[in-house]
């Protein structure tokens, strides 16, 4: 009923920039906050951003003043912009979005399959 569609990661050198967008499709009645999480091999998994839908922002410590979050409303979509990249960046990031659905009452959390972000030269 609902998908989330991650795009944008990749393999990028130290220093580098990447954009990872995700649009959330289906019978949707509404989203809260949408987020994007990232799980780096032999670790949990960790919020990196989330974002509220009146733009209230949230960074953990090690992105904030590299990474910027933002979201389009109208399309569903979030963003995450990542520049100075570092090797430590290096995970699966996944978005997750607080939705409800048409057929719904409550709001629940949804994911994305995850995209693969690689920092290294």
């Known amino acids: 009923q609902v998908q989330l569609v991650e795009s944008g990661g990749g393999l990028v050198q130290p220093g580098g920039s990447l954009r990872l967008s995700c649009a959330a499709s289906?019978?949707?009645?509404?989203?809260?906050?949408m987020g994007w999480y990232r799980q780096a091999p032999g670790k949990q998994r960790e919020l990196v951003a989330d974002?509220?839908?009146?733009?209230?922002?949230n960074y953990v410590d090690s992105v904030k003043g590299r990474f910027t979050i933002s979201r389009d409303n109208a399309k569903n979509t979030v963003y995450l912009q990542m520049n100075s990249l570092k090797p430590e960046d290096t995970a699966v990031y996944y978005c997750?979005?607080?939705?409800?659905?048409?057929?719904?009452?409550?709001?629940?959390?949804?994911w994305g399959q995850g995209t693969q972000v690689t920092v290294s030269s």
């Open positions: 997750n979005a607080e939705l409800r659905l048409i057929s719904g009452i409550y709001y629940q959390n949804y």
């Open positions: 289906g019978m949707i009645f509404g989203i809260n906050t």
């Open positions: 974002i509220t839908y009146g733009s209230t922002t």
